[in-house]
């Protein structure tokens, strides 16, 4: 099926039926998709600092109101715990559980975050001739924790976590130029070439994600990455946090082109 022509609301729709479970990359073209962070309301001001203290890996698109899981400015009355294919569960920091439908893990003590994501840009770089490989391959985006440490709010910390595509050389200047344009789903890379320099071992490892292939003539380019609070909650513990599954995203109303004018206008 061609996810890359339906409508969020046709494909949130698949996914609360749970005919969607994979990767959101590349479906419905044009329309932004977004990370999602739910954690007890004790520590919503805290991850609300977080988020803004560090505002390239963690963008905020909507925060919801106590106790509810529908969105009001991503998209109209979408269900955040079941229309996201997959799901993550953190109890003190560690990871317990995947699930396609989070409604057993509900309290009504609960604040949920939608952050940007990066797979918002991907189709303004393919419009200008820039593969993306991870949807040429069919699948994940390959995601590694770095050196980069986040600023430090409550009992949040951690580092960066950024998401790697491979570019031509040639093209490098042109992704920079095409995703600064995209402040609030991550905006341009922050680091291109040698992984190492941001304390990253092994490109063919990632953290989240899958590998993909870097061809002669790329080099890997690095943008920062809306994984980058499970990292925070690894670090801090709370006793429950719901997140999407890396790679398997909310999927706004909102066009690419219009989420700056309409949600920061």
Not at 225 to 254: L, R, S, Y
Request: with cysteine; hydrophobic share 35%.
């Amino acid at each position: 099926m061609n996810y890359h022509d339906l409508h969020p609301k046709e494909i949130r729709k698949l996914m609360r039926n749970e005919m969607i479970t994979t990767p959101t990359a590349g479906m419905c073209g044009g329309y932004a998709q977004a990370n999602l962070v739910i954690l007890p309301q004790k520590y919503a001001d805290d991850f609300k600092l977080f988020a803004e203290y560090n505002p390239k890996p963690c963008p905020i698109l909507e925060i919801t109101e106590l106790g509810s899981f529908i969105t009001i400015k991503t998209a109209h009355n979408a269900n955040i715990i079941t229309d996201i294919p997959k799901y993550f569960i953190y109890k003190d920091g560690v990871k317990t559980d995947e699930c396609y439908n989070a409604e057993k893990y509900w309290s009504d003590d609960f604040v949920c975050f939608l952050i940007g994501c990066s797979f918002s840009f991907e189709e303004a770089l393919m419009r200008e001739g820039i593969e993306v490989r991870h949807i040429t391959m069919g699948c994940n985006v390959p995601m590694y924790k770095t050196n980069i440490q986040c600023k430090t709010s409550g009992i949040f910390s951690g580092p960066y976590v950024v998401s790697m595509r491979p570019i031509k050389s040639e093209d490098i200047k042109k992704a920079y130029e095409i995703t600064e344009k995209f402040p609030h789903v991550h905006g341009a890379p922050i680091h291109s070439g040698n992984p190492e320099e941001i304390g990253i071992k092994d490109i063919n490892k990632p953290d989240y994600g899958d590998k993909v292939e870097i061809k002669a003539g790329e080099v890997p380019v690095f943008w920062a990455c809306g994984v980058t609070p499970q990292a925070a909650i690894e670090n801090a513990k709370p006793e429950i946090v719901i997140t999407h599954a890396p790679g398997h995203m909310f999927i706004t109303d909102i066009l690419n082109s219009e989420i700056e004018e309409r949600l920061f206008g």
